[in-house]
């Protein structure tokens, strides 16, 4: 579990060190900050426990991406889609090169490809780097979305307020689950291994939402609600 705690651990401080190395050798200009490669572990060879094909990784991946947009990282490559499994069976692929299954990586991908562009201001009671890392933003076309990382082994129960919202919204939630972060599977909206068109493992509805809701986000999960005030 404390690898879970490396993103809001590494890329702040990451991020700190390059804004200093612009003052001190750029006379305080700026550039575009790219991360040209990034995964859980930088050798395959040492990744003797298989980390990168494992449930922990969906959730580190998750918080890296929300750890690129906070540090206002402009480009950042995941390494990589297919690569081809190691001696030990550790991948740095998201896809199986052979069988063409998606590594749980893959879904921590997934759900930051449907939270839209904008990110937005949060607060949160819970300590990200421990317990539950949360990222608030906005589509091009207006739905709310908030992503939520639980990295603990008991579900979380938290009350959910949206600033500025006086109207009840729809909406709904998506989430990837697993039972142990040591799962070389795991479920996306309770689907095992879902079709490539993912259209057997559709989001669940959400009743109305209103100003305040009680949300629980289940163990060792990636949850993903998207909210509109549109019918």
Do not use: C
Request: negative net charge.
């Amino acid at each position: 579990e404390q690898v879970l705690e490396q993103p809001q651990l590494i890329w702040p401080a990451m991020r700190t060190a390059v804004d200093a190395a612009y003052e001190r050798y750029g006379a305080g200009r700026r550039a575009p900050v790219a991360v040209t490669e990034y995964n859980l572990v930088a050798n395959l060879d040492l990744d003797e426990n298989k980390l990168m094909v494992r449930a922990v990784n969906a959730l580190y991946t998750a918080d890296t991406i929300g750890q690129f947009a906070e540090q206002g990282v402009t480009i950042a490559n995941h390494w990589n889609l297919a690569n081809g499994a190691a001696e030990s069976g550790t991948d740095y692929g998201m896809i199986d090169v052979k069988t063409g299954v998606r590594s749980p990586q893959y879904y921590g991908m997934l759900l930051w490809q449907r939270f839209g562009s904008e990110l937005l201001p949060v607060e949160s009671v819970f300590s990200p780097s421990t317990t539950l890392s949360v990222y608030a933003g906005r589509t091009d076309d207006g739905i709310i979305t908030l992503l939520a990382i639980n990295k603990t082994d008991q579900p979380i129960e938290a009350s959910l307020r949206i600033a500025g919202v006086d109207a009840a919204l729809s909406g709904t939630l998506d989430t990837v689950t697993a039972s142990t972060l040591d799962d070389l599977e795991v479920r996306l909206n309770g689907v095992l291994e879902p079709l490539t068109s993912l259209d057997d493992a559709p989001p669940q509805q959400l009743a109305l939402f209103e100003q305040t809701t009680q949300q629980q986000f289940a163990p060792f999960s990636i949850t993903l609600i998207r909210l509109s005030s549109k019918p």
